[in-house]
């Protein structure tokens, strides 16, 4: 037997995945954002100059294909805002601020765990030409009237934290590195040694008890921001108080990409584990230009994890309002010689907009337990006699009566 790549699924069952895709589109059209669609084929340079070299997903995560050309290098993306940004710079866009979301499958080698998947799809929200603060302040407002309101998830929090400008972090940096160099550089894990020397504020990335401990004392960046980064923060932290937002201030949250600049947050919950944030995102005001854009163009976005979130709403789905299935009508015919009249009825009724299932195999008896288990509203029993006085049994399979119907009025009597 071929089993399934390790790290991905089968969705057998797609209904809460269609919930989400279908409540976070209705919430990003009343935002304004404007549905994209991407390759999930990019040249890996794409990443490599967006994410930075030193970080976990170019170093260790990548998918790379191999392809005929030899000095081409294309891999499946890990992450859709670069692409984004690319398919911003590529097109010429230049209606601003551009707010899009896409939504589909990303690629990352990691071990599989709970939350955690080699192929996992995402909804991106993207605003790119975001000049105003503010605009952070409106898609995490956005997010959270996306879980709280319209999903119904009320056991998640809000985690924010402000990175300053590209002077600030430069500063910061330095103050992080000495502290954890001179004073605590021993009692620091293997992988924070080398992350210190590399990209110092990714060891607040690490997991280990001991390095959050040594964290939780370092200096804070936000302590150290210029006075315009400052009053941004001030003001992002304001606007949340006014809008009813409730968030705490997690300091050591930097995000895992190098593009990340001023504002990050993440969406967690508890009920995921390790792997607990389900929507992260922040601002990136270089990443235009990083790319090749004639003019940088500052802008916010996040990601949503829809794998996650169905972890979540699993917990929950008995609390959740579900769109409801059309009632479906099953058609019997008794015998093969009814069964042309009874794909011909059922084209009739579909062309009508009614869900129909015509049973083709199996006794009458077990067509009839069959109709029962697919929860059908009625059977619609077409016999020999039936046949020859164009009519049709119709059974109810709640009440369990029956009448006969002309198939002339077929359809005008389910409607009703």
């Not at 972890?311 to 309002?321: A, G, V, Y």
Request: net charge negative; hydrophobic share 40%; with cysteine.
């Amino acid at each position: 037997m071929i089993t399934r790549v390790k790290g991905t699924q089968d969705f057998l069952d797609v209904t809460l995945f269609n919930f989400i895709i279908q409540h976070a589109t209705q919430q990003a059209e009343l935002y304004q954002f404007k549905e994209i669609i991407l390759p999930i084929l990019e040249y890996t340079d794409l990443f490599q100059r967006s994410l930075g070299t030193e970080t976990d997903v170019v170093n260790k995560e990548m998918f790379y294909i191999k392809t005929r050309e030899e000095d081409e290098s294309i891999c499946l993306r890990p992450e859709a805002t670069a692409s984004i940004a690319r398919a911003f710079i590529e097109n010429g866009v230049d209606q601003l601020p551009w707010r899009v979301f896409t939504c589909g499958p990303m690629f990352r080698y990691e071990r599989p765990q709970k939350g955690r998947y080699r192929q996992f799809n995402q909804i991106s929200f993207e605003i790119i030409g975001a000049q105003s603060i503010l605009h952070d302040v409106e898609l995490i407002a956005m997010l959270d009237r996306l879980f709280t309101e319209r999903i119904g998830i009320n056991s998640h929090a809000l985690l924010i934290n402000f990175l300053g400008c590209a002077e600030d972090r430069a500063k910061y940096k330095e103050l992080l590195y000495n502290y954890l160099k001179k004073n605590h550089f021993e009692e620091l894990c293997p992988q924070c040694k080398e992350r210190l020397e590399k990209n110092v504020m990714r060891v607040f990335d690490c997991k280990n008890a001991q390095c959050q401990l040594l964290f939780r004392k370092a200096p804070k960046i936000t302590d150290h921001l210029c006075q315009p980064c400052a009053a941004e923060w001030e003001q992002v932290k304001e606007q949340l108080d006014f809008l009813s937002i409730s968030y705490s201030h997690q300091d050591t949250l930097v995000r895992g990409l190098d593009y990340y600049s001023k504002t990050v947050f993440e969406f967690t919950s508890s009920h995921l584990g390790a792997q607990n944030a389900f929507c992260a995102g922040g601002r990136y005001d270089h990443l235009v230009a990083m790319l090749g854009g004639k003019t940088d163009q500052p802008a916010v976005g996040a990601a949503l994890g829809i794998e996650r979130l169905m972890l979540i709403l699993e917990q929950i789905k008995d609390t959740l309002t579900m769109p409801q299935q059309k009632a479906i009508q099953v058609i019997i015919p008794v015998a093969k010689e009814q069964q042309p009249l009874a794909l011909l009825i059922a084209d009739e009724l579909r062309a009508n907009d009614m869900g129909v299932e015509v049973l083709l195999e199996g006794s009458i008896k077990s067509m009839m337990r069959k109709a029962n288990k697919l929860g059908a509203a009625h059977a619609l029993l077409i016999g020999e006699q039936e046949q020859q006085d164009k009519i049709i049994t119709i059974k109810n399979m709640i009440t369990g009566t029956e009448e006969k119907v002309a198939q002339a009025n077929l359809v005008t009597h389910l409607k009703k």
